[in-house]
Structures are given as C-alpha cells and as structure tokens.
C-alpha cells in the first residue's frame, strides 16, 4: 500500500512538473539569470519602427555596458489609448499608496494629485489636496512602465505636467546636444523638447496634402493648399482620420486652424474670426470624405491605393506610403504625392519621456540617451542595409537632429533633400492662440462633424446641388453656426475635464449636447438648399 501511494504521488507531481519540463527555453536568457537586462516601453510606434530600434538598442547597449538586453514593448493602442492607459494605472497605483499609508482617499485627491495647478505641501497645513500633490511628486509610484515612446508633445507635455513624467538628466549627460545647431529648443513655434526634461523631441513631422496622381487626371489641378480640398470636386474622394484616435492627425487639423487664424490676422479680422475659419474649413473637408479612418497611416493607404483622391497626410506616412508602391511597381508608377501646403506648415516632435518609478531607470535612461545619440538619430531617416542605418525597414522619417541634415549624413538618407527645420517656410505657431484647446479641438471635430457625418454630408450634398454656398447663403450659414464660438472655447475646454464637482456623466452630457446642436444645424442646413435660400 505504502508503495502504491508514494508512486501515485510520484505520478502526480509528474503531472504538476510536465508543463514547465515542456516549456521552451526563452530565445534570450531571462533577468533572473543575470546575464540579460530589459527596459518597459509603451508605444504607438509601428512594428518596423520598434524592430529597428530594438536591434540597434542591443548593439548599443552590449557595447556600452557589456551586457544584453531585450525591450518589453507594450502596445494597447494609438497615443489617446495609451494616455488613458497610463493615467488610469497611476491613479490606481496612488491609491494603493495611499491605503498603504492610511493617508486619505477620495474624488477630490484622485484630481489634486495629478493637477500642476495646486501647488503641493507635505505638512498638510494647505489641505489634504495639497498634500496628495507633494506626496505624489516626491514618490516613486510605479505603472510598472519605463518609458514612453512616442505620440505627440501635446500628450507628453502634460504628462510631465502631471507629474507621470520625471527628467532622465540627458540634458546634464550631453549639454552639447542641446545647442541651438544641434537641438533647439523651439522651432516654428513649437516646442521641441522640455527645459526641464520631462520629455525629449526625438524625430519630427511635418504635415501636408497628399494625393493620387490618377485620380488628378480626371478632377484637374493637384491640389496645393487646404483650402483647395474643399471643392465641390472633391464630394466623396477624401480619406479623413479621427483626431480622438490619432494626436498626430488632431496637430494636423490644429494647423489647419492656426494658419487660418494667421490668415484672419493679417487681414485685420482676429483669431476669433480665424477660429471660425478654421472649423469652416475642416467641415467642408468632412463634407468631401469618402471614409473616415482611425490612423494617420490609413489616409495614406486609401490615397495609394485610388480608393480615396487625396486626404491630410504626415510626411513621414506619406513618403513611406510612396516607398512601398514604387516597391510594388518596380518604379513604373507614381500612386501618391505628397505636398506641403502653400503657407507652410508646422513642424512637431515625437518624443520620448521616462515615467515616474520607473523600475528599470538605468536601462531606461540609456535608451533615451540612444535615441538622441547620432547613432540612434541615423536609424530614422537612413536607407535600409547603409552603415549604420537600419537592418530592415527604411523608415523614413526626419531625426530631431540638424547636424544630421549634412553631406556626412545625406549620402546615406533616403530623403536626402528633405530638410523639415527648412519645409515650414513662413508658418509660425502661436501655442497662445491653440495650444490650451488642443483637447477642445479634437472632441469637437469628434462630436460636431464625425459623430454628426451623416446629416453634415447630406446638408453639404445638398448645398452643392443647389449651386454652391453663394446660391444659398443661409443654408451656408447655418452649415457653419459655431457651437463653440472662440470667446466661449476656454469655458467649453474646462468642461471637458474631469473634477470633483463635473464627473464623467456631465462631461458626457455636455459632447452629447454638441452632437446634437451641429445635427440640428445640419438638417436646417439641408432644408434651406432645398428651398434655394
């Protein structure tokens, strides 16, 4: 009996072991071992793009630190996905410090711990908001992320503003790179990395028109500015993403209002009147779009491919897009162009910034220093198979780095003569006139004309039959009545934050109430062209 039991035991804890002694060995040894380190990064970054860094990233690192290492990426979705990601762990892990610590926890902590505006205090005499500030600034609250990699500087500005971000001291390590020649910290307006290091530029876009050379054939003249996309040629050929689901293509639209605004001043007319421009315009885009796509990545794909005539494009989108169907076509045709729009435009950084608890800082904080290292930068805009370019993939896009833009570089880049500190022409942004309703500006893209497709589409059809907007001006006016005026903007921005005293259901009700006042708008708009007024 006793050797019955002991060998049914044996048999069950054969059993038990079976799963592991099946298991395949890790194809790189794993950081218990001692022999390999890895850094968290979270990132909207395309495949090609986390391949090669990842590549070069272990030849850095095994050179500087004679040890391997592997990325961790994670990828929950593009840049809105992750903000809302990362903002959600960090309350949660808060909270759990806090409980930790028998400190207090309610709604009101929960926004005063991640607000720049109140100013924190660890004894506690300013309040219990003011002192869940202090205490967040000074811990180390981990999501168990190192980095974030990628989005916009909009996104990763507040961020750092918050506090989810920290300084990874590059700035002090290398303050050459930080030169004006090198690295400024502002061009055309726009920031490209942070003074005090809560997030780093690392390459830059710049954004435009592209279009198919085939379909230009049958509706005429390329076009050449924004305001040209607005034709009545256009109706059903445009490809228009979402600003909710893309930061980049929301800084598009941004231009599109900032150039606007510019144009209203130089006339003597003000940003309101540019504001009210600016919305006119991308409605009328909205009005010609055949499909409305969630990445910036897909206008291009719809543009290539003749589905849609033309669209806004990334520069970087646009060029890769016009790789590949060359590639496809072994170069006997042209499927899409790419443009930058007369009166130039902004150019953006992509950055990367090192997130509060970090658990693996050091690793983390040379990944950094390798993107902005030359080695790193060479990696963005080098051909595929050049010396000390990418493996694999060419990924076309421009590094943050000037001095890259040099014959010692160019020989090997391919987009030799594209220069983005150069291609913004004469644009200049004015964060002062925008930058605070950067948020404001996609969720009401999102609720006033996305959500309102349908009916919009249909009033600006039926404007269009009836001859134009000079033959129905009402209808026309009443297609452009603002549901949010620029006087109001401040008001409507404040109302899509989340605090104590709005919770989610008010922000909720009042994008529901937009939604339906540009639906009404839109439906009177129809009736009016109908009637000839």
Not at 496 to 516: C, F, G, H, Q, Y
Request: proline content about 5%; aromatic content about 10%.
């Amino acid at each position: 009996m006793k050797y019955r039991i002991l060998g049914a035991l044996a048999f069950l804890g054969l059993l038990i072991l079976l799963p592991a002694l099946l298991r395949e060995a890790p194809a790189v040894a794993e950081k218990s071992s001692g022999s390999t380190d890895t850094v968290i990064i979270v990132t909207p970054h395309a495949e090609s793009i986390k391949h090669e860094f990842e590549r070069g990233f272990q030849r850095y690192y095994q050179r500087r630190f004679n040890r391997a290492i592997t990325i961790d990426w994670r990828s929950p979705g593009g840049t809105a996905d992750i903000v809302r990601y990362i903002n959600d762990r960090y309350e949660a892990a808060f909270r759990r410090y806090c409980e930790e610590r028998n400190l207090p926890w309610n709604a009101k902590i929960a926004a005063a711990f991640r607000n720049h505006r109140i100013k924190g205090d660890i004894s506690g005499k300013s309040g219990e908001e003011a002192r869940a500030r202090a205490e967040f600034l000074q811990s180390d609250v981990s999501v168990d992320i190192d980095v974030f990699f990628g989005g916009g500087t909009y996104d990763h500005a507040n961020q750092a503003r918050k506090g989810y971000a920290v300084d990874a001291g590059i700035r002090q390590l290398h303050p050459q790179w930080f030169e004006p020649e090198i690295m400024p910290e502002r061009w055309s307006g726009e920031d490209i990395f942070d003074p005090r290091g809560g997030y780093y530029g690392v390459c830059l876009a710049t954004f435009g028109i592209c279009y198919n050379p085939d379909r230009m054939k049958d509706l005429g003249a390329p076009p050449q500015r924004w305001r040209d996309l607005t034709a009545s040629k256009y109706f059903n050929t445009l490809a228009v993403a979402d600003p909710t689901k893309s930061g980049s293509i929301n800084k598009c639209f941004e231009v599109i209002i900032q150039q606007c605004m510019a144009e209203a001043v130089a006339d003597k007319k003000g940003v309101a009147q540019g504001w009210h421009d600016g919305f006119a315009l991308i409605r009328r885009l909205v009005g010609n779009a055949r499909s409305i796509t969630e990445s910036a990545g897909r206008v291009t794909r719809e543009v290539a491919s003749g589905n849609a005539a033309a669209g806004m494009a990334i520069d970087f989108y646009a060029l890769s897009e016009a790789q590949f169907a060359a590639f496809q076509t072994q170069n006997k045709a042209r499927r899409i162009e790419y443009v930058p729009p007369e009166g130039g435009s902004s150019v953006s950084a992509d950055p990367v910034q090192l997130l509060r608890g970090a658990p693996n800082r050091q690793q983390a904080v040379a990944f950094i220093e390798f993107l902005l290292s030359e080695e790193g930068q060479q990696l963005w805009q080098y051909r595929a198979g050049t010396p000390g370019g990418p493996e694999k993939y060419t990924l076309r896009r421009p590094p943050v780095r000037r001095d890259l833009y040099s014959s010692k570089h160019q020989k090997f880049m391919a987009d030799a003569n594209y220069n983005p500190y150069t291609a913004t022409g004469n644009f200049e942004y004015h964060g002062e006139w925008t930058g605070r309703y950067f948020n404001l500006i996609r969720v009401l893209i999102r609720t006033t004309m996305l959500d309102a497709a349908d009916e919009l589409q249909k009033a600006w059809r039926a404007i269009i039959a009836a001859g134009g907007e000079s033959a129905v001006p009402e209808a026309a006016a009443m297609f452009d009545k603002a549901v949010v005026p620029y006087r109001k903007a401040a008001e409507a921005a404040a109302g899509l934050t989340v605090r104590a005293d709005n919770p989610m259901s008010e922000v909720i009700k009042l994008r529901r109430s937009w939604t339906e006042h540009a639906i009404a708008c839109y439906r009177q708009a129809a009736v009016l062209a109908a009637a000839g007024k």
